[in-house]
């Protein structure tokens, strides 16, 4: 569960404006200089306000980010439930940097595009969308190199059949203490 926390927020308002300043400064004289070696001269200055206030955007953003915290770890009841909720955490947070970084993108007169763009990494790095990519990532791992199989639910559910396994809440468990030293012990050789 994701909460908000004012608390954390206002913790890293100063990292965040230092974090958003110091990309509009890079951003800035990173187009100045490209300007100037492609031989366009110098950009106005109310260009280059532009681009500050988008890196003072993206410290409003991190300030955002950092408000958000995680509650209690809650009790599962089914399968995936967890890696299910983190993918609708990271994609409503996705929404809302899109949006709100978009806006600021038209606000300071650069292309939407620039914020849409931002606002997308910033729900994909999102502590709950890291999570979604590192699950997906340890399930391809598994499934390639057959460690695990794809439909890994329809298999642990098979093995409480067999009655190997034991199903508590959204999770399982080894029925015999026995079974589970002897996989605990086998080497992968």
């Given at each position: 569960?994701?909460?908000?926390?004012?608390?954390?927020?206002?913790?890293?308002?100063?990292?965040?404006?230092?974090?958003?300043l110091?990309?509009?400064?890079?951003?800035?004289?990173?187009?100045?200089?490209?300007?100037?070696?492609?031989g366009?001269?110098?950009?106005?200055?109310?260009?280059?306000?532009?681009?500050?206030?988008?890196?003072?955007?993206?410290?409003?953003?991190?300030?955002?980010?950092?408000?958000?915290?995680?509650?209690?770890?809650?009790?599962?009841?089914?399968p995936n439930?967890?890696?299910?909720?983190?993918?609708?955490?990271a994609?409503?947070?996705?929404?809302?940097?899109?949006?709100?970084?978009?806006?600021?993108?038209?606000i300071?007169?650069?292309?939407?595009?620039?914020?849409?763009?931002?606002?997308?990494?910033?729900?994909?790095?999102?502590p709950?969308?890291?999570?979604?990519?590192?699950?997906?990532?340890?399930?391809?791992?598994?499934?390639?190199?057959?460690?695990?199989?794809?439909?890994?639910?329809?298999?642990?559910?098979?093995?409480?059949?067999?009655?190997?396994?034991?199903?508590?809440?959204?999770?399982?468990?080894?029925?015999?203490?026995?079974?589970?030293?002897?996989?605990?012990?086998?080497?992968?050789?």
């Amino acid at each position: 569960m994701v909460r908000w926390s004012w608390l954390k927020a206002k913790e890293s308002i100063y990292t965040g404006f230092r974090i958003g300043l110091s990309i509009g400064v890079i951003s800035a004289l990173s187009m100045q200089i490209i300007n100037f070696m492609l031989g366009f001269g110098l950009i106005a200055i109310d260009f280059l306000i532009h681009y500050l206030f988008n890196g003072i955007g993206v410290g409003l953003v991190y300030v955002l980010m950092n408000g958000l915290s995680g509650s209690v770890i809650e009790v599962t009841t089914a399968p995936n439930q967890g890696i299910i909720k983190s993918a609708k955490n990271a994609l409503g947070f996705m929404v809302i940097c899109i949006i709100t970084l978009s806006i600021l993108a038209n606000i300071a007169g650069l292309n939407f595009m620039f914020g849409t763009i931002a606002g997308l990494l910033f729900g994909v790095l999102s502590p709950a969308g890291l999570a979604c990519m590192q699950h997906i990532t340890l399930r391809l791992v598994l499934y390639f190199n057959n460690y695990a199989p794809w439909n890994y639910t329809r298999f642990l559910d098979w093995t409480t059949q067999l009655i190997f396994l034991q199903k508590v809440g959204g999770g399982y468990i080894f029925i015999h203490r026995l079974l589970l030293e002897h996989f605990a012990q086998m080497s992968l050789d």
